[in-house]
């Protein structure tokens, strides 16, 4: 028998401060891309990036910094809780810093590492691993996550995603032509690519009926969850979005629902005009009738690398505890295929799904579908 | 929980290997056989040359593996994941991608960035191979060489896909002292799940211990012996 996911407790961090405060300049349609003073930006296509303060000191690696930011809002967890970990460049400050000839943390250069820091902020006897799919990292971890507890193996699982602006991957996208010259626009008509932003969240996940007999708030169920590759090309994403509409179907198969059922999908929409495309393209085929409301929030916090399935996740969850979808940030002219369903304001927001995605590089896609809690939890 | 494999492969200072072909790998050894596109392909290959040395090794494995369970060729995309565990992942190629960007008056090379993921090699396979489904590296704090076996049968009992590309993959870095480098990939799938010849079975017991045909096995070159001594009877051959 299968057991249900609940989320029991989140904590966020990204450029715009915590969970309550980036929700509430989210939905204020404020935006954190600013000029970044990090690093040298004279030879990259922007300047710009969504970035908290960073300690310029070796040690801790920013990344761990990000880390310590959840640890107060969330809590303790239970001792026995798996510590899933997702990120795509763990500690990647410290490799520039080994190339730059300046004293750096090896140990920090390993992605396995993210389990001793989790375990040293949430002592905890569970196992942990690490989970690495690219910008799906997290979503992945979640969905892996989700069909732990479901098949009964672990009955809590705190899921990580963490990852931080470095040069190295900025420096990386600007090459490959992937960086927007102003502040990234999703799903509009004149997004021209992404902006890159830092951040990390931290889920506790339980099986409901351990959380009911614990007392624990249960503030969303994760129904449904899929992942699925395009197998098409290594950075571009396939063009009629075949991967993603067959992890969007994983999901609903899995939590038992029919498009129908689907009041609103949080995309992953990066801004770059292959990936929005193949987005909406995706969704159009898996909605012929017609796109639910769609959102996105990249715009507003940049994209978060391996962590954005989690701090997505937490904000579509904000989007059930105060019955409000937020408007894109960045849309001015939203893509024609999609002109009614993107937000542009928020929106008061009834529904009691929503799926969420996130596509990454290698053609990887993943998905998550969420239920409403049937108890109103009050923050 | 259990799966049958269908074949594996491996790259290790051994050298090459697949089912019963070639010699037992050593992945203690860390010095590795530059490989060639020759090595693992007979028709020439561009994309194979402008690997990372990471990718070359973890796509060699599994190509071997599908090799060995004949299914490397193919026409309709198959619902086959992906996961291998790394340690040092993409390191390499890291170290390498970041000398660009710190070359006076040179760019940066979008060559090179676009193989600083631990999963890069993976997203080859599936379009090489046509294989859609799960597609992810793992890592653990622990020494545990059989992580991604674990995580494989787990997966598939959890129907993430009709069948699992699972392995290893790890290259030497400077950064900290190394003890095992290569790669190896087994095709696992539930019984019945692909239509292909399953050679032997895995089987991990309530009390944590994976066994094959009875053996138990804790390391990777165990793996290797135990699937070998399985087939050989099949074959009629000492293994």
């Known amino acids: 028998m299968s057991h249900q996911v609940a989320v029991v407790a989140m904590a966020v961090h990204t450029a715009m401060g915590d969970l309550d405060t980036t929700w509430q300049e989210l939905c204020a349609g404020k935006s954190a891309i600013a000029p970044l003073q990090r690093f040298d930006t004279t030879n990259y296509l922007t300047n710009l990036a969504a970035l908290l303060p960073q300690n310029s000191d070796v040690s801790p690696s920013h990344s761990i910094t990000l880390l310590e930011h959840l640890a107060t809002d969330l809590g303790v967890v239970p001792s026995n809780t798996m510590l899933f970990g997702a990120t795509t460049k763990w500690g990647i400050d410290q490799l520039e810093r080994a190339g730059r000839q300046l004293p750096y943390d090896a140990n920090a250069l390993y992605s396995a590492t993210l389990i001793e820091q989790m375990r040293r902020l949430w002592p905890s006897k569970g196992a942990g691993e690490v989970f690495a799919a690219a910008c799906a990292s997290s979503t992945l971890a979640l ?11 672990s009955s809590s699982v705190l899921v990580c995603g963490v990852d931080m602006c470095s040069e190295f991957v900025f420096s990386g996208f600007s090459a490959l032509q992937g960086l927007a010259p102003e502040a990234c626009r999703p799903f509009c008509q004149q997004r021209r ?187 | ?59 060699s494995a599994i190509t071997l593996a599908l090799r060995d369970a004949e299914m490397e060729v193919w026409e309709q995309k198959r619902d086959i994941g992906l996961i291998a565990a790394t340690r040092s992942g993409s390191l390499s190629a890291d170290r390498e991608y970041f000398q660009t960007v710190l070359a006076p008056d040179e760019p940066a090379s979008p060559q090179l960035f676009a193989y600083t993921l631990s999963t890069c090699f993976l997203g080859e396979a599936s379009i090489r191979f046509g294989l859609t489904g799960i597609a992810a590296a793992i890592a653990t704090p622990e020494e545990s060489p059989l992580q991604w076996l674990i995580q494989a049968l787990e997966m598939l009992a959890d129907g993430e896909a009709a069948a699992m590309l699972a392995g290893w993959c790890d290259l030497p870095d400077d950064f900290s002292p190394y003890t095992a480098a290569g790669a190896l990939f087994c095709l696992l799938a539930r019984p019945g799940a692909i239509p292909a010849p399953p050679r032997a079975r895995v089987q991990r017991e309530p009390n944590g211990t994976i066994t094959i045909a009875n053996q138990i096995i804790t390391t990777r070159e165990q793996l290797v012996r135990a699937y070998r001594q399985a087939i050989a009877p099949a074959r009629g051959e000492q293994p």
């Open chain 2, 1 to 59: 929980m259990y799966a049958d494999i269908y074949g594996i492969g491996w790259v290790s200072a051994a050298g090459l290997g697949w089912g019963e072909r070639g010699k037992i790998p050593d992945f203690s050894q860390l010095e590795l056989p530059a490989l060639r596109r020759k090595d693992i392909f007979l028709e020439p290959d561009l994309r194979f040359g402008r690997l990372d040395p990471f990718s070359k090794i973890g796509l």
């Open chain 1, 143 to 153: 969905a892996r996550a989700s069909a732990t507890i479901a098949a009964g193996r």
């Open chain 1, 193 to 379: 690519g992404l902006t890159l932003g830092e951040g990390a969240a931290a889920l506790l996940l339980m099986d409901a009926k351990r959380a009911r007999a614990e007392g624990r708030p249960i503030l969303a169920t994760i129904a449904g969850w899929g992942t699925a590759s395009d197998a098409h090309h290594i950075t571009a994403p396939a063009r009629d979005g075949c991967g993603l509409q067959l992890a969007c179907r994983k999901a609903l198969a899995k939590a038992a629902c029919d498009v129908s059922d689907i009041d609103a999908i949080h995309a992953h929409g990066t801004g770059t005009v292959y990936n929005d495309a193949m987005e909406i393209t995706a969704f159009r085929q898996l909605f012929p009738e017609s796109l639910p409301l769609i959102f996105g929030v990249k715009g507003a916090i940049g994209h978060t690398l391996g962590a954005a399935g989690a701090i997505e996740t937490a904000l579509s969850i904000q989007c059930f505890q105060n019955n409000t979808l937020p408007l894109t940030v960045g849309v001015e002219t939203p893509m024609t295929e999609a002109a009614n369903a993107i937000t542009r304001q928020t929106t008061p927001f009834t529904g009691t799904t929503i799926l969420k995605t996130n596509s990454g590089f290698g053609g990887i896609n993943a998905a998550l579908l969420f239920k409403k809690s049937e108890v109103v939890h009050v923050r």
